[in-house]
């Protein structure tokens, strides 16, 4: 079983910071998900990454296949980027499961 | 095109009660799933079908169902409600085995 690891746990930063939030996992996988969930909200698929870097607005993702490892990057953070972020990795083969991380929440104060 | 709905939003049983939450996607995904959330906890794999009449175990099925007679709707199933079924429930679906899961705005379940 895929292990996930997430850090921070809490992450609270002032607007216009740049912030990182880090994944790490211990067996090969095929893919690497990143989700955001809104506090009572649902849940939002932001990359899927099986190498290199994805780049959608302030969000920038990337992942190391070879240290098992990805980050998320937000630029010029805000408010609204408040949230819980939610590393989830998928192993290979015939395994349709995601293996999610705990996730780390980001408060983004003005 | 509504994506993933999921009825009810809040529901409070009482232990040995039963109940069925329903997902439903308008997107002709072949593959859907259940999943739980607790707190301090990763999201948890309950059941998945990878199609129509075809359903699996995923990480925590003990004390779930699952049904999917019909491709657009996957059904969950509580025969005797516990308290440590006390949880939040999602539903996502996707086209493929490696590609986006979408999610459905999840069902709060408390059981007393």
């Known amino acids: 079983k895929n292990e996930v690891e997430q850090s921070p746990q809490n992450l609270t930063a002032q607007e216009g910071e740049f912030i990182t939030i880090n994944c790490s996992y211990s067996v090969g996988i095929s893919a690497l998900h990143w989700l955001q969930q809104h506090p009572g909200g649902g849940i939002v698929s932001l990359f899927m990454l099986s190498s290199g870097k994805k780049k959608h607005g302030r969000l920038i993702a990337t992942i190391n296949i070879q240290e098992k490892h990805s980050s998320l990057h937000i630029t010029a953070s805000h408010p609204r980027d408040s949230a819980v972020y939610i590393c989830?990795?998928?192993?290979?083969?015939?395994?349709?499961?995601?293996?999610f991380g705990k996730g780390t929440l980001l408060t983004v104060n003005p | 095109n509504a994506g993933v709905t999921q009825t009810p939003k809040f529901r409070v049983l009482k232990t040995g009660q039963s109940m069925t939450l329903l997902c439903a996607q308008d997107m002709n995904h072949e593959y859907m799933y259940w999943y739980r959330q607790d707190p301090g906890m990763g999201l948890r794999l309950i059941h998945y079908?990878?199609?129509?009449?075809?359903?699996a175990k995923g990480e925590v099925p003990d004390g779930y169902n699952v049904s999917r007679l019909k491709k657009q709707n996957f059904l969950l199933g509580l025969e005797s409600a516990a308290p440590s079924q006390t949880s939040v429930y999602f539903c996502a679906s996707g086209l493929d085995t490696i590609g986006t899961q979408y999610f459905g705005p999840g069902t709060r379940l408390l059981v007393l």
């Open positions: 079908s990878v199609g129509e009449g075809t359903t």
């Open positions: 989830a990795v998928r192993g290979g083969g015939s395994n349709y499961k995601l293996t």
